[in-house]
């Protein structure tokens, strides 16, 4: 059994009211040290407020004319711009595939072999700038996979897209080419996941994939 860290501790730490509480901030996950090593497991939401290193999945969904997808979520009453998938990896997933492929399923409603995905990079990320969540500090181990969609998944993926978990927050999914997605970044159109993710995937088809 993993270590839960002691709560107690971490909550007055984070000095933070528990009636705040959303159904999602009590996901347990894994915390990580600077090593990587796994350390115990804590609430999301002491993961975001003490900047406690845990895991994160995202997909880059590619299709055969070399557009990516992005989906459009309401965050903060603003639409904005985003990886098709991503989400945590909680103490249920055994493995970052196990994660993404939940996460898949939850986003877009999208079920696929997981034979073909294949991992572009992981990377940590540090952020603590948002002026929506000005107490949070969010340290992620990031792994980044690519699917490559063939003409005939990437209809069936819009058709999938209306069986999706998540339908409040994720309002729409579409394709973009690269100058648009990159645009978008630059106008501050984007979540932090795509803006920091698009080099890596950009520095990883240079190598030919």
Not at 112 to 135: A, G, Q
Request: proline share 2%; charged share 30%.
């Amino acid at each position: 059994m993993k270590k839960v860290i002691d709560l107690e501790t971490l909550m007055e730490l984070a000095s933070f009211n528990i009636d705040s509480m959303k159904k999602s901030d009590g996901e347990m996950l894994e915390v990580l040290g600077e090593n990587g090593e796994i350390l115990g497991v804590a609430p999301r939401f002491l993961c975001h407020r003490l900047g406690l290193i845990h895991q994160v999945v995202f997909l880059v969904i590619e299709n055969h004319e070399g557009r990516l997808l992005l989906q459009t979520r309401g965050d903060f009453n603003k639409k904005r711009y985003d990886l098709p998938v991503g989400g945590h990896m909680n103490v249920d997933d055994t493995s970052p595939v196990d994660a993404l492929c939940r996460e898949m399923k939850e986003e877009i409603g999208l079920e696929i072999d997981k034979n073909e995905l294949s991992m572009i990079c992981s990377y940590t990320r540090k952020v603590k700038d948002d002026l929506k969540k000005p107490k949070e500090i969010n340290c992620e181990l990031r792994y980044v996979f690519n699917f490559k969609a063939n003409k005939e998944q990437s209809h069936s993926i819009l058709e999938h897209f209306k069986d999706r978990f998540e339908k409040e927050m994720v309002l729409e999914i579409n394709w973009f080419s690269l100058e648009d997605i990159i645009k978008n970044c630059d106008l501050s159109n984007a979540a932090d996941g795509l803006c920091a993710t698009i080099p890596h995937y950009l520095m990883w088809k240079l190598k030919g994939n």
